[in-house]
Structure formats: structure tokens, C-alpha cells
């Protein structure tokens, strides 16, 4: 049977299109020029590849987030082709799982599971490859999302994982 390709996504500038294929027998990040022009490059993951949820371009355009089926959180490079795992979460459930960039694409935020069941948001800094935890332990936090200026990250927080939700906010400075 035929390859599979799937999760097409346009970068921000509109110069490439990103997606995975199992043509190779294993999953693999494929980005290819929108012009059609030049080969379409072929990143690998890891050694054990896994079943990977639609990418997330970078404002700059230079690099792209996504989850692995184990909720792990990913980072490729465009311009480098290097991989990243930045994360993975203790309980996976990678079909629920957001993340995302910040203004300048310095900081990605996103969520994971905790030991405890619940989840909560996380900062990673491209600058310095480090995660930093953003909110409490005790509630359930989800769904980050940067405002549009940069300065403020919102996500939805409960004291559980039930339906009843208010939105959080924490401000950060993103320099």
C-alpha cells in the first residue's frame, strides 16, 4: 500500500508547508519549498519513531512544536534540522495536548501531565533549553495561549479535571 502523509500545515511566511509521511517505513517531518522548487527535506525524529500530532510553526517561521502519541513535546529547527524533545508528560494522552509560541518564537508554552493526574503549563526557553513549570501543582491547567502583544499567558485552570474551568493569567517578560 501507498505512503501515508498527513498534518499539512503552511508555515507563517507562506514559504514552506510541513507534514508527516510513513513513505520511508517510518514517520518522518517532511518540509517542502511552496514553490516546488529544490528537494523536499526529510527530518527524523528519533530512532523509534511514533505516531506524531500536527506540527506548530513557529511565528518566525523557523521552527515547528508538536506531541508524539507518548505526549512527548518536539522541536525541530527548520534551518538547522535539529531535533529537540523538550518534554514528555508521566501519563500520556496526546490527543488533548496544546501548546504554544510566543511572539518573538523564543518560548514555547505548553501542558503536560503531572504525577498527580492533573495537568499543568509549562515555559521552555530556546534560549537557555531549559522548562520552567508556570502554574500550581494543585489545579488543573490547561490550553496555553499567548495574548498578541506578548507580555501576558493565558490558559484555563480548575481545581479539577472536570468541566468547570476560569481562566488563569501570569504575566512574563519576554525579551
Known amino acids: 500500500s501507498g505512503a501515508s502523509e ?17 513513505e520511508s517505513g517510518e514517520y518522518q517531518l517532511l518540509l517542502r519549498a511552496t514553490t516546488g522548487e529544490g528537494e523536499v527535506r526529510k527530518i527524523n525524529i528519533e530512532k523509534s519513531p511514533s505516531y506524531y500530532g500536527e506540527p506548530m510553526w513557529s511565528p518566525d517561521s523557523k521552527k515547528l512544536a508538536f506531541y508524539d502519541k507518548r505526549s512527548a513535546v518536539w522541536i ?4 538547522t534540522n ?3 524533545r523538550v518534554d514528555s508528560s508521566i501519563h500520556p494522552e496526546p490527543e488533548t495536548m496544546t501548546a504554544a509560541w510566543s ?3 523564543q518560548w514555547l508554552a ?4 503531572l504525577s498527580n493526574r ?12 531549559k522548562s520552567h513549570q508556570v502554574t500550581n501543582s494543585l489545579y488543573n491547567a490547561e490550553a496555553p495561549a499567548f495574548d498578541a502583544s506578548g ?7 480548575s481545581m479539577n479535571a472536570g468541566m468547570r474551568r476560569a481562566f488563569g493569567m501570569t504575566m512574563f517578560t519576554f525579551r
Open 82 to 84: 535539529q531535533v529537540t
Open 76 to 79: 525541530v529547527n527548520r534551518e
Open 118 to 129: 492533573l495537568k499543568g503549563v509549562f515555559l521552555y526557553s530556546l534560549a537557555s533549553g
Open 151 to 157: 507580555k501576558y499567558l493565558y490558559f484555563l485552570q
Open 6 to 22: 498527513r498534518n499539512a500545515v503552511w508555515s507563517p511566511d507562506g514559504n514552506w508547508i510541513s507534514y508527516f509521511s510513513d
Open 110 to 113: 505548553y501542558e503536560k501531565n
Open 103 to 105: 511572539r518573538d518564537s
